[in-house]
């Protein structure tokens, strides 16, 4: 069973920063948050990730809530190409070993209109 | 490059015929990976392997195999195709096993009819 939980859908206006919540209040501490997207008919596509620390690259922005129950992603200035389905994503533990595993769910849809 | 690499993108087989996705990358990476995506579903790991010669069982591995014997290959193999395995399928590939950052190749769709 997927660990977070996402809004369904959501929309945001061409230009304007779009901001995806992601519920995880059963994550633990060592458990890193991970955030892809999916682009209609494509395959996944790695965002950014962070443990606890608030990180940034060229793509978006990651805030994680100080008792890491909760993120939120932000693309600062939302373009149509952006359109896509937001995966909100927990790694944990798997097997032996330093063996890790997504733990997916179904994600939100974000719609970027002009 | 061409990153991950998968053959064919659509394909149509009847109840108890084999066959074999492909997946190919050109990273040079460790890890590889087969994922399967189903309506209503989040992405489901299928089988994956740390390195040539070495796989392992993911969550849904029943009905699939997979070798590794080099690094860029990693096929995927339905022995007797159902159509519970009607499926979009993913191959993704990472440096490193520990990594969650993962390359992803654009899919391969079946139906099984």
């Known amino acids: 069973d997927a660990k977070t939980t996402q809004p369904t859908s959501m929309d945001c206006a061409e230009g304007r920063a779009a901001n995806l919540p992601c519920n995880h209040s059963?994550?633990?501490?060592?458990?890193?948050v991970y955030w892809y997207r999916q682009i209609h008919s494509q395959g996944p596509q790695y965002i950014i990730h962070g443990l606890k620390n608030n990180e940034t690259n060229e793509m978006a922005s990651l805030i994680i809530t100080e008792d890491r129950k909760s993120s939120t992603l932000i693309l600062p200035h939302a373009t149509l190409r952006d359109t896509a389905v937001y995966y909100c994503?927990?790694?944990?533990?798997?097997?032996?070993?330093?063996?890790?595993?997504?733990?997916w769910g179904l994600g939100t849809s974000l719609a970027v209109n002009p | 490059n061409a990153g991950v690499t998968q053959t064919p993108k659509f394909q149509v087989l009847k109840t108890g015929q084999s066959m074999t996705l492909q997946c190919a990358q050109d990273?040079?990476?460790?890890?590889m990976s087969w994922y399967r995506q189903d309506p209503g579903m989040g992405l489901r790991l299928i089988h994956y392997?740390?390195?040539?010669?070495?796989?392992d069982q993911g969550e849904v591995p029943n009905g699939y195999n997979v070798s590794r014997s080099t690094t860029e290959d990693f096929p995927l193999r339905l022995l007797s195709a159902a159509p519970s395995q009607t499926s979009v399928y993913f191959c993704?590939?990472?440096?490193?096993?520990?990594?969650?950052?993962?390359?992803f190749g654009e899919g391969s769709r079946l139906t099984v009819l």
């Open positions: 994503i927990v790694r944990v533990a798997f097997n032996a070993g330093n063996n890790r595993k997504l733990i």
């Open positions: 993704a590939s990472s440096y490193a096993r520990g990594t969650g950052e993962l390359f």
């Open positions: 990273m040079n990476h460790e890890y």
């Open positions: 392997s740390v390195g040539a010669g070495i796989t």
């Open positions: 059963t994550i633990s501490g060592n458990e890193y």
